[in-house]
């Protein structure tokens, strides 16, 4: 379980600690995933709330419009995905 590469942190400067970061997450989730939500109907649920549900399920990084970079498990992602009626895809 321990890390193959070595990480050099500075708790001074906080040198090195998205490195880190980006290592740990990693290894919980394996790599980030984008997500795209499209628009719906007016009858239709909103974009709205699949891109709250998406910030439910895992640690967003970055939001464009409706396209969001995350870290999350998959099983719980797809299954999201599955239960969008198509509204949600990954990128």
């Given at each position: 379980?321990?890390?193959?590469?070595?990480l050099?942190?500075?708790?001074?400067?906080?040198?090195?600690?998205?490195?880190?970061?980006?290592?740990i997450?990693?290894?919980?989730?394996?790599?980030?995933?984008?997500?795209?939500?499209?628009?719906?109907?007016?009858?239709?649920?909103?974009?709205?709330?699949?891109?709250?549900?998406?910030?439910?399920?895992?640690?967003?990084?970055?939001?464009?419009?409706?396209?969001?970079?995350?870290?999350?498990?998959?099983?719980?992602?797809?299954?999201?995905?599955?239960?969008?009626?198509?509204?949600?895809?990954?990128?």
């Amino acid at each position: 379980m321990g890390m193959t590469n070595p990480l050099v942190v500075s708790s001074h400067d906080g040198q090195g600690m998205d490195e880190l970061r980006e290592s740990i997450m990693y290894s919980l989730y394996g790599p980030k995933t984008t997500l795209v939500v499209s628009e719906g109907d007016e009858v239709e649920r909103s974009a709205e709330a699949y891109v709250s549900q998406i910030y439910d399920l895992g640690i967003v990084t970055e939001k464009n419009g409706l396209e969001l970079t995350l870290w999350c498990g998959k099983a719980e992602m797809m299954k999201l995905i599955s239960k969008s009626d198509g509204r949600i895809s990954i990128k």
